[in-house]
């Protein structure tokens, strides 16, 4: 069993906002389309902020966050939704035939009024995935997401939301993509290597996954405990790779030489944002 020590460098910033109730915070904006024109009924949902592990974990089960509040745009585009209090959340906008996008608002502690969000037409991209033999993979994960700034935090503003789905039978999916979208996708299996590209274009992309070598992980706090429910992920493009048993445990798939590394978030803010480096024998 593979033992990674825990490099408890932090990378998730947990806040504390302790607000009485007060009265709503208004939030308004505008949905566009790519050549500007306006969007109505739009549908315009204020999301709470929820943790990594939770993200992840609706994220698989293809849910979102319960809204706190929705609305839909009028014919100008224009949205006005209202916070019940102060505090952290994002605003996400879908439209049909559209790619959604969302606003962090970390956090919201006064009236908003957010830029004009364009949302890129949905072209769609057929993900495929193979094995080394060409035989289609089905219940293989795919995830699109935003490309994460390399140096630091950005300023929060309208970015295409994260989307995931599922290969069938055939080893493939639809999955939403604007045109000129910069993105990541990755795909991956159970028992097979991650892979990743980035800016895809074109409407196809096709993946043949090779098999790794399944390494047991063991996450503890440190007194020794061990960390259930864990949630241990690619590094670079945080998709979810499992959740940790009641014994701290969970085994990936990992290259048959050399070494890699995992990104790990637990709801034990000692835990939260660490990294563990897998050293291969």
């Known amino acids: 069993m593979l033992r990674p020590r825990l490099s408890f460098g932090v990378i998730l910033c947990l806040a504390t906002f302790c607000t009485s109730r007060a009265a709503e915070i208004p939030i308004t904006g505008r949905a566009l389309g790519g050549s500007g024109k306006p969007i109505p009924e739009a549908d315009v949902m204020l999301l709470r902020a929820v943790d990594p592990i939770t993200k992840a974990r609706l994220d698989l089960e293809g849910k979102l966050p319960d809204a706190v509040a929705r609305g839909r745009t009028d014919v100008e585009g224009h949205f006005e939704i209202n916070a019940p209090d102060a505090g952290l959340y994002s605003v996400r906008i879908e439209a049909p035939g559209f790619v959604a996008v969302e606003h962090r608002l970390v956090p919201l502690l006064e009236p908003a009024d957010l830029p004009d969000a364009e949302l890129a037409q949905d072209v769609g991209l057929t993900v495929r995935a193979t094995v080394e033999n060409g035989r289609p993979l089905s219940g293989a994960t795919a995830r699109i997401s935003p490309p994460r700034p390399r140096f630091g935090p950005v300023p929060p503003s309208w970015v295409p939301a994260a989307r ?4 069938a039978k ?5 999955m939403a993509r604007g045109e000129s979208e910069p993105l990541v996708l990755t ?13 895809v274009r074109g409407t196809s ?5 090779k098999a790794g070598v399944g390494r047991r992980i063991q996450v503890g706090s440190p007194d020794g405990r061990p960390v259930e429910g864990a949630l241990v992920s ?11 048993d009641a014994r701290g445990s969970l085994v990936v798939s990992v290259p048959p030489a050399g070494s890699a590394r995992v990104a790990v978030f637990a709801s034990d803010a000692t835990t939260a944002g660490s990294t563990a480096s897998l050293v291969l024998d």
């Open 164 to 167: 995931l789905g599922r290969t």
């Open 170 to 174: 055939d080893g493939a999916v639809r």
């Open 187 to 199: 795909v991956t299996a159970a028992g097979y290597l991650l892979e990743d590209r980035r800016n």
């Open 205 to 209: 992309a096709a993946f043949r996954l």
């Open 234 to 244: 690619a590094p670079d493009t945080l998709h979810p790779l499992g959740t940790t």
